[in-house]
């Protein structure tokens, strides 16, 4: 695959590249944005991580980006740049032929400067419509993942074109591959993973993928549980989104009310048969590069429009979608970050990768570097809120016990992954081979020399941290509950005790009990949890004095 991903299209682009295949109405756009894209180099070299860039070589970057940018303009959007320019040059000649001496030459300067202007002011116009008609007709991106209607018309990007797949297509293949399967057979399900149509209680391979739901400004988690039952697409939106035959296969059921702007609607798929690549594809939505998903739910007589985006947005490591107070099984979540100024990328790949050995040393919380007060610094003051705002609850999973030891840090270089689509093969080849560094440390640790024969230090360890972690968050829960549980009600409560008692006359206005059975049992249970409170701390141990810190808290939360 590295071989693959870093060879040229016959366009000369690394198919890496070409995976990201522009729509029409964004192609000037993207050709633009992507000019910030240097051509890859055929060598590779070891950056030094505490060696910042010298002024001179910052001031030196900053001019290439801004020839790069102009460049791009130029060439993306050339017609503009033309017709700006013309009142300029028709200006430039007038006056070069109807002035003589100094006032001939300083009326071309001053006329190369309307050239400038006018090409500068025109270029801005095309690119703001390019921007506005493009994201609008392609859901918030310049790519939608698949090939372009144009392209798509001539056969490229399909199975059968020696073209460069997109990189929806290309995903589709591989996941197909995976299971065994063919792009023309029938897409790979969650149900497919599980062997029957619900999930069951502790399914063979158990898939969670992580999306953002913009409009309900939240994460959730595919597949649904008890909201798919009111979700809907376009299927015009689908078609721009995913293979044919993807489409054909969710598009089961028309929905039952239509719509007011006569749109196709369908109901989403049960969780069960969702297909993988639609999860992953809601999952992968990279802001403005690759479109967003929208879906609908019906409310108050009209479809009211869900957008979904990149799952990192809320969460690049969601390690908690498999968590249990105690594990029954190890979980890895993957930690991207760049070397640091204190750091150096090694030809070792395996002193590339960061895993705590043990939970007695406490993982940093991440940091971000803001520039000094200014308008320069403005900008990294805003960038700073904005990660702060997205990344605060990985980087509290980074320093807890019981999950720093199972978060591996992967160290990447500026030139690196990210919007780094021109990587060359021999830096392709190094992520790899990191990758192939974690796998081998996480079996080492967790599998043991002899898997399934003998005991894995590391996991022994999980295990036992996570007892003394669960344990002490489980004491200070049940002190808690214990104190406003027997806290004698002011004048204006109503005692806990009164509603458990069915025949008190003390009625809730929600959540009633259904009997008096019920309410009994309820009553009972309760008594038991007060009776192990009032004697949990007999003998005068606390388990949180000597629990591994920082300590976890138990609370209600929505259950993603």
Not at 508 to 529: H, I, N, S
């Amino acid at each position: 695959m590295p071989k693959w991903l870093a060879a040229n299209g016959a366009n000369g682009r690394s198919n890496l590249f070409n995976l990201f295949q522009p729509a029409d109405e964004s192609r000037s756009l993207f050709q633009l944005a992507t000019s910030l894209v240097g051509k890859r180099e055929s060598g590779e070299r070891v950056e030094n991580g505490d060696e910042g860039p010298g002024r001179g070589r910052r001031v030196a970057g900053f001019l290439g980006k801004a020839i790069a940018v102009v460049f791009g303009a130029l060439r993306a959007f050339w017609p503009a740049a033309l017709a700006g320019a013309i009142p300029g040059f028709v200006l430039m000649w007038l006056i070069f032929v109807g002035a003589d001496g100094w006032g001939r030459w300083l009326g071309v300067i001053a006329s190369a400067s309307v050239v400038v202007v006018g090409m500068t002011v025109v270029i801005a116009v095309a690119v703001a419509w390019a921007a506005h008609k493009g994201l609008k007709e392609n859901l918030f991106g310049m790519c939608t993942g698949m090939p372009a209607a144009s392209a798509a018309s001539k056969g490229v990007g399909t199975p059968n074109s020696a073209a460069a797949p997109s990189v929806t297509e290309w995903l589709h293949e591989r996941i197909q591959a995976a299971a065994g399967r063919t792009v023309a057979d029938s897409a790979v399900t969650f149900a497919d993973l599980w062997g029957c149509d619900e999930r069951p209680k502790d399914p063979p391979v158990d898939l969670a993928i992580m999306t953002t739901n913009l409009t309900e400004r939240r994460p959730e988690r595919l597949p649904w549980g008890e909201t798919d039952d009111r979700l809907y697409f376009d299927i015009a939106d689908m078609r721009k989104l995913l293979p044919k035959g993807v489409v054909d296969q969710i598009a089961t059921e028309r929905a039952e009310h239509e719509d007011r702007k006569g749109r196709a609607m369908y109901r989403m798929p049960r969780s069960g048969h969702t297909p993988i690549l639609l999860a992953a594809r809601m999952s992968l939505s990279f802001p403005v590069l690759l479109s967003a998903v929208r879906l609908f739910a019906y409310e108050g007589a009209s479809y009211v429009p869900l957008w979904f985006t990149d799952g990192g947005a809320c969460s690049n490591f969601p390690v908690h979608f498999f968590d249990a107070p105690l594990p029954r099984r190890p979980t890895f979540a993957l930690n991207l970050a760049r070397f640091t100024r204190a750091q150096r990328e090694v030809e070792d790949e395996s002193k590339n990768i960061d895993l705590r050995d043990n939970n007695t040393e406490d993982n940093p919380w991440p940091r971000h570097e803001v520039a000094p007060p200014g308008l320069p610094g403005a900008v990294s003051f805003v960038s700073a809120i904005v990660n702060t705002a997205r990344g605060w609850v990985d980087g509290s999973a980074l320093s807890m016990p019981g999950y720093r030891d199972r978060i591996v840090t992967v160290f990447h270089t500026k030139k690196q992954g990210g919007m780094n689509l021109e990587m060359p093969e021999a830096v392709i080849e190094r992520l790899t081979n990191r990758g192939l560094a974690v796998g081998d440390l996480l079996t080492q640790r967790y599998a043991g020399k002899s898997p399934g024969l003998t005991k894995a230090p590391g996991w022994e360890n999980q295990r036992w941290v996570r007892y003394r972690s669960a344990i002490a968050a489980a004491e200070t829960w049940l002190e808690s509950f214990q104190n406003a549980y027997a806290t004698p009600p002011n004048a204006y409560q109503t005692a806990y005790d009164d509603w458990l008692d069915f025949e008190s006359g003390v009625k809730p206005d929600e959540f009633k009990w259904l009997c008096k059975a019920e309410a009994d049992a309820a009553r009972a249970r309760t008594d038991q949890l007060m009776r192990l409170a009032n004697t949990w701390f007999e003998g005068g141990f606390r388990f949180g004095e000597s629990a591994p810190t920082p300590q976890p808290v138990l609370r209600s939360q929505r259950r993603l």
